[in-house]
């Protein structure tokens, strides 16, 4: 069945990057694109971007311009998150999900990656 | 870009039925789909719903779907109420003009 594989806890200091990795298995990568969302404890889901695993195409969302990067290697069928310039309210679950296309349903979820941001 | 408002948390005992609403703050709610996901505790979401009424293969159907053009709004609806029911309920749809994913607030659902 289709599986997303996301790579472990971060803990990182106010300034600095993290990146997350999301490996995909048991379907055609290039079929469907990703999408990133996070979830701030307590906190409802917020949508990150998206990017579409054919050909690289890039949504991100407008609070984030700037500081996050998407992209995907389909060599390894994975997907790749690539915050900056991180703050505390950075402080979140990050989950990777297949969206065929922008707009779509948000089919299949990765397990999250929790990713603390402090001093 | 629109916003989606969900009630903050709903309850109701097992058997009964229970409805949560999701109402689009701008722009007609059937110019594109919305979908449904449920968040347990510690866990991924998983889709309930999606284009409006539709179920996943899995979810039983005693989870269903609509949008009323007249209140602007999405519903879900759950019938049969299990205590494996008790989850976090998320709204979901597609700001088309400014190539956005919109989240509603979440709604918790207590069975008790």
């Known amino acids: 069945q289709v599986q997303l594989v996301q790579s472990g806890a971060e803990v990182k200091n106010p300034g600095a990057s993290v990146k997350v990795s999301c490996k995909a298995s048991?379907?055609?990568?290039?079929?469907?694109?990703i999408s990133w969302v996070r979830q701030a404890p307590g906190q409802g889901l917020e949508w990150m971007g998206w990017i579409s695993a054919y050909n690289g195409d890039t949504v991100y969302a407008q609070n984030l311009q700037g500081r996050v990067t998407m992209t995907t290697d389909t060599s390894t069928s994975t997907a790749y998150m690539d915050l900056r310039s991180l703050r505390s309210d950075d402080t979140a679950v990050y989950y990777c999900a297949t969206e065929q296309w922008l707009g779509s349903t948000l089919d299949y979820w990765g397990q999250g990656t929790v990713v603390t941001v402090s001093s | 870009n629109f916003m989606l408002t969900q009630p903050h948390s709903v309850s109701e005992s097992p058997g009964k039925t229970v409805t949560i609403s999701c109402t689009r703050s701008?722009?007609?709610?059937?110019?594109?789909?919305v979908q449904w996901y449920q968040q347990r505790p510690g866990s991924s979401p998983t889709t309930v719903i999606y284009e409006d009424n539709q179920r996943p293969s899995g979810v039983p159907d005693r989870f269903s779907g609509s949008i009323d053009s007249s209140s602007n709004s999405a519903s879900l609806t759950i019938s049969g109420l299990k205590t494996e029911d008790e989850a976090d309920y998320y709204c979901q749809s597609y700001d088309s003009s400014n190539l956005y994913v919109v989240f509603g607030g979440g709604t918790k659902l207590t069975v008790l």
């Open positions: 701008s722009g007609s709610i059937a110019s594109t789909y």
């Open positions: 048991a379907y055609t990568f290039t079929n469907y694109g």
